[in-house]
């Protein structure tokens, strides 16, 4: 049992490259999310799906897509990097039913944007 | 809307000193709250949850109450250990409906020997 699990680990792109980080679980999570981590800002949700094939804007959506084909896999695209961009990246997944709704994060991806 | 603050870091102690670290919350209906911890190059973990008032949560010898009279889930730690030196988020959610995490900014701890 892997658990949540995020590739790559590290990236570095130019501004205007684009890009594709994938989250994968096996714990057949209804609920998935992608959250950004920068220094002093905590974690804020960028974009979240609560079923295969539904997506939804969190709290900083813009520069961002997303897609949820298969119920174990979650994809976040970045179309066009810029600098801002640059942050360490958490996907995480939990079940939808109350009470039973923890969160468990992947290892996270370090993504610089020169 | 919601919202998760916590007292800045970092919070640096000797081992086996007693451990306090803040969290105050506003929010718009009625919130689970949770403490989430971050150890270095590592995803967070779910340290500990409490889902109504005057619930407590407990974990690896952490504590947090959940008040609602002060808006307040405090987490306590009775003798810190070199181990515990890690980023600790405190984090809301409400109970009503579908609803994300909301985070605060964290707090940095390290321990000394």
């Known amino acids: 049992n892997a658990g949540v699990t995020q590739t790559p680990k590290f990236r570095v792109l130019k501004t205007g490259q684009s890009m594709t980080l994938l989250c994968a679980q096996d714990?057949?999570?209804?609920?998935m999310y992608w959250y950004r981590q920068d220094p002093g800002m905590g974690l804020r949700l960028i974009h979240y799906?609560?079923?295969?094939?539904?997506?939804a804007k969190g709290e900083v959506p813009d520069g961002y897509n997303v897609s949820r084909l298969k119920k174990q896999n979650f994809l976040l695209g970045l179309e066009s990097a810029a600098p801002s961009q640059t942050s360490v990246y958490f996907c995480?997944?939990?079940?939808?039913?109350?009470?039973?709704?923890?969160?468990?994060f992947g290892p996270g991806t370090r993504l610089t944007v020169l | 809307g919601n919202s998760v603050t916590q007292m800045e870091g970092p919070v640096t102690l000797s081992e086996e000193a007693f451990l306090t670290i803040n969290c105050t919350y506003t929010?718009?209906?009625?919130?689970?709250l949770f403490w989430y911890v971050q150890y270095p190059g590592e995803g967070l973990q779910l340290l500990l949850k409490?889902?109504?008032?005057?619930d407590k949560g407990s974990n690896k010898g952490f504590e947090a109450t959940y008040r609602k009279e002060t808006t307040s889930f405090h987490l306590e730690k009775g003798s810190v250990q070199v181990s515990d030196s890690a980023v600790y988020f405190c984090?809301?959610?409400?109970?009503?409906?579908?609803?994300?995490?909301?985070f605060g900014k964290g707090t940095m701890l390290l321990v000394s020997p």
């Open positions: 929010a718009t209906g009625y919130p689970s």
């Open positions: 409490a889902t109504k008032a005057d």
């Open positions: 984090a809301l959610k409400l109970n009503s409906g579908y609803s994300t995490l909301t």
């Open positions: 799906s609560v079923g295969e094939g539904t997506t």
């Open positions: 714990m057949n999570h209804e609920y």
């Open positions: 995480a997944s939990s079940y939808s039913r109350a009470g039973l709704n923890e969160q468990f």
